[in-house]
Nanobody
Framework: QLQLVESGGGLVQPGGSLRLSCAAS????????IGWFRQAPGKEREGVSCISSSGGSIYYAHSVKGRATISRDNAKNTVYLQMNSLKPEDTAVYHC????????????????????WGQGTQVTVSS
């Protein structure tokens, strides 16, 4: 069974950091681009970042640029999202998703580009 499992979320104070992980089981991530998305209560799911299968193309939403770093370790079948200088508005459920499509600047954030989704991990930024 193909699965993506996110971990690493939690409660963190403003200005703090978290590293989210997206681990795959049942398939190898080598040939997939991976996107990170988030959904806050009452809001639509939005793209946060994306990394191509090779790692050669990386995209960030304006809201996290300079504070987020996406990376992948294909040997561990895992993609990471390092989030620094966290703000209360970063509070959301964070999901990772996989696609065999090559991501472009105009498409990586579109939900329907992705075939597999994880259940999400809660990130709460609060003092």
């Amino acid at each position: 069974q193909l699965q993506l499992v996110e971990s690493g979320g939690g409660l963190v104070q403003p200005g703090g950091s978290l590293r989210l992980s997206c681990a795959a089981s049942g398939f190898t991530l080598d040939y997939y681009a991976i996107g990170w998305f988030r959904q806050a209560p009452g809001k639509e799911r939005e793209g946060v970042s994306c990394i191509s299968s090779s790692g050669g193309s990386i995209y960030y939403a304006h809201s996290v640029k300079g504070r987020a770093t996406i990376s992948r370790d294909n040997a561990k079948n895992t993609v990471y999202l390092q989030m620094n200088s966290l703000k209360p508005e970063d509070t959301a459920v964070y999901h990772c998703a996989a696609t065999k499509n090559r991501p472009y600047g105009s498409s990586w954030y579109r939900l329907n580009e992705y075939d597999y989704w994880g259940q999400g991990t809660q990130v709460t930024v609060s003092s």
